[in-house]
């Protein structure tokens, strides 16, 4: 196996945690397994003493919070560091400020930020024993999110083989999307439909093994998993698009509902937007699973900081 000194140890085994794509389907598997047997374990002792630190430099309710759960889930010690109160302000650049908190024994830092590869960076600078989880960076990639996404459908459809998932909205700008596409690719799904405003596709798709659906009702057509996915305004540097067609064209509602089959699992990333991607009553709905995903969000998380600690021997 080809060895990528950015995500494994010499010995094979993962070091960080930074991307999905090019993850090798065994180390997905390992995830989804640990995170099962974490999943409503009562607490774990073995990680007592660690010491795992968040920097978000983007804002983040259910990241940053299920790391810290899950974090406290395996007893070790969980810092936040407050970004907008920090000496970053005063002009610290992210490496003296990273170098600051290993010199406190820092044990892992869990990173978002807006610009593509701050992880990756940040993992290229730490000392050796030091892991680094990539909490989101800018469009690139959300492993984790992707990891907790996968761990849902496994729960509520058993296999990814034979399932058709449809990943509706903002391609172009999600790092959720681009993550989710690698790992369902790679654990062989079926078929995977992206559906979206031409706007909103990257050329790049065509490099992915997708089916591109201008039409939402013929892309969710007999699918057995919606994800929907926010309008990233944030990263639009013009306004592409309107609302209110958005709400017309895209948004999925009881009527659209019916195209997909009647067992078909609802997910998003979260935060949803009611009346804009998505109608109450669907995200509210009997077929819904967002809700799910945010609790599985602290086992898969648990698994994936106990893997890299186990890894690097802290
Ligand atoms: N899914 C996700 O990344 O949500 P937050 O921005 O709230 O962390």
Redesign the pocket.
């Known amino acids: 196996m080809k060895i990528n000194h950015d995500i494994q140890l010499s010995d094979g085994t993962l070091k960080h945690f930074l991307n999905i794509n090019n993850l090798p389907k065994s180390y997905i598997e390992d995830i989804i397994c640990r995170a099962e047997k974490l999943h409503g374990s009562s607490e774990i002792t073995a990680y007592k003493g660690r010491v795992v630190a968040s920097l978000f430099f983007e804002?983040?309710?259910?990241?940053?919070t299920t790391f810290e759960l899950a974090a406290k889930k395996i007893s070790a010690d969980f810092i936040n560091i407050d970004i907008a109160n920090s000496s970053t302000s005063k002009g610290e650049s992210i490496i003296d400020m990273i170098k600051t908190i290993e010199a406190m024994n820092c044990n892992m830092f869990v990173v978002r930020h807006s610009v593509p590869g701050t992880a990756h960076y940040i993992a290229e600078s730490v000392s050796s024993n030091i892991a680094v989880i990539n909490a989101?960076d800018g469009s690139n990639e959300?492993p984790t999110?992707a990891m907790l996404d996968m761990f849902t459908i496994k729960k509520h459809k058993g296999s990814f083989e034979n399932l058709k998932v449809s990943i509706v909205g903002d391609i172009l700008h999600s790092r959720?999307a681009k993550s989710l596409i690698f790992s369902l690719n790679t654990l062989g799904t079926k078929a995977i439909n992206i559906v979206g405003p031409k706007k909103l596709i990257p050329d790049s798709y065509a490099e992915w093994k997708v089916q591109y659906f201008e039409d939402m009702d013929q892309g969710i057509e007999n699918s057995d998993v919606i994800i929907m996915l926010r309008l990233q305004k944030e990263r639009m540097h013009d306004a592409l698009i309107s609302l209110d067609s958005y709400y017309e064209e895209y948004g999925l509602n009881q009527t659209r509902m019916l195209r997909a089959k009647k067992d078909v699992i609802v997910m998003h990333?979260?935060?949803i937007n009611r009346g804009v991607e998505i109608e109450s009553s669907v995200a509210d709905g009997p077929n819904s699973v967002i809700l799910n995903q945010v609790s599985y969000g602290i086992s898969v998380r648990m698994a994936i900081m106990s893997i890299l600690f186990d890894n690097n021997n802290l």
């Open positions: 804002p983040s309710t259910r990241t940053k989101g959300h999110q959720v990333p979260g935060p």
